[in-house]
């Protein structure tokens, strides 16, 4: 009598041959559940994967703050410059705070706004500026009229039709004025902002000038 399985669907043991076909069809069986377990395991590490570089790259809707303390480093300007550093009241985000010191060694008070209609305005204040550096901050453009804003006389360059390249420069104004400690200083403000925003400007740089006077 055979001494194999038995099988409850044969009611008799199992043939070598029916053996041999169980167990291939048992370990092809197992293979398979395998492979399908390994297909998930690693779909599963890819899904972790990208989820951990979506959380980890800056989304759109949560803008970076580029804005600077202009007050903070002002009072360490106030050295380099010779000057109190002008920081007027000017409306938008203050991007630029810094002093910088060109090629002939005019040193500058830099400051820089992104208005709310998110656009530039920049003033730039220097104890040693000259005719060649300031033309230059213009784009070597001759001024083109005079105005008076906040009680304050400028020279104006308007840029805005110019068919040269300016950068930032598409409108400014210059002043120069003696302030109470003696020092005989020039001061720009220039921007791409709309008219309005670029009066604003120019009238808070009044005030600000008027302050040291």
Do not use: C, H
């Amino acid at each position: 009598m055979a001494s194999g399985r038995i099988v409850a669907e044969l009611g008799r043991p199992e043939t070598p041959e029916e053996t041999a076909a169980r167990k291939a069809r048992e370990s092809r069986q197992y293979r398979e559940r395998k492979t399908v377990s390994n297909l998930i395991a690693a779909l599963l590490a890819t899904l972790i994967g990208v989820a951990v570089i979506v959380l980890a790259v800056p989304r759109p809707d949560a803008p970076i703050d580029r804005s600077v303390n202009a007050q903070q480093v002002a009072r360490d300007a106030v050295s380099v410059l010779g000057a109190t550093a002008l920081v007027p009241n000017i409306q938008g985000t203050v991007n630029v705070a810094e002093v910088r010191t060109s090629a002939d060694n005019v040193v500058a008070w830099n400051l820089g706004w992104v208005t709310p209609s998110n656009q530039f305005i920049g003033m730039m204040q220097s104890t040693n500026a000259n005719p060649t550096w300031v033309s230059k901050q213009f784009g070597d453009t001759a001024p083109t009229g005079s105005t008076t804003i906040g009680g304050v006389d400028w020279v104006v360059t308007d840029n805005r039709t110019a068919g040269t390249e300016v950068g930032n420069a598409r409108y400014g104004v210059t002043t120069e004025f003696v302030a109470a400690d003696g020092s005989t200083q020039t001061v720009l403000v220039f921007g791409t902002a709309t008219e309005a925003e670029m009066t604003r400007a120019i009238a808070a740089v009044a005030a600000s000038i008027l302050a040291v006077k």
